[in-house]
């Protein structure tokens, strides 16, 4: 973690911590399966020969931006989660 995020979080009150935790879980949660999506499209069309390959590069390259929009927002919820000291319960989708 660097001095800037730490700071950055650690004048904030755990309840404030905790309730950008869970929006930031959440969230992650979103992210990892909008990208799962579109790796099984990505996966689907790399295995259908009618395909072009302009297709195939195109899923390709959505699905790398999505791994680095994701890899961001972790290193978000890595600083919240160090800042806050523990990880709270998020229910899952659905049962809030």
């Known amino acids: 973690m660097n ?12 309840s404030e911590l905790e ?5 930031a879980i959440r969230e992650h949660r979103h992210l990892i399966a909008a990208d799962e999506a ?4 990505w ?3 790399s295995a ?7 297709v ?3 899923l ?4 790398v931006a999505r791994q680095k929009k994701s890899e961001a927002q972790q290193e978000v919820l890595s600083e919240i ?5 523990y990880v709270p319960e998020v229910a899952p989708d659905g049962e809030d």
Not at 19 to 23: I, Q, T, W, Y
Not at 48 to 54: E, I, L, T
């Open 3 to 14: 001095d800037v995020g730490s700071s950055r979080y650690s004048s904030m009150q755990e």
């Open 19 to 23: 309730v950008l935790a869970v929006a």
């Open 38 to 41: 579109v790796y099984e499209e």
């Open 43 to 45: 996966t689907r069309a």
């Open 48 to 54: 259908d020969p009618s395909v072009s390959v302009a």
């Open 56 to 58: 195939l590069k195109t």
């Open 60 to 63: 390709q390259d959505e699905y």
């Open 81 to 85: 989660i160090d800042a806050l000291g």
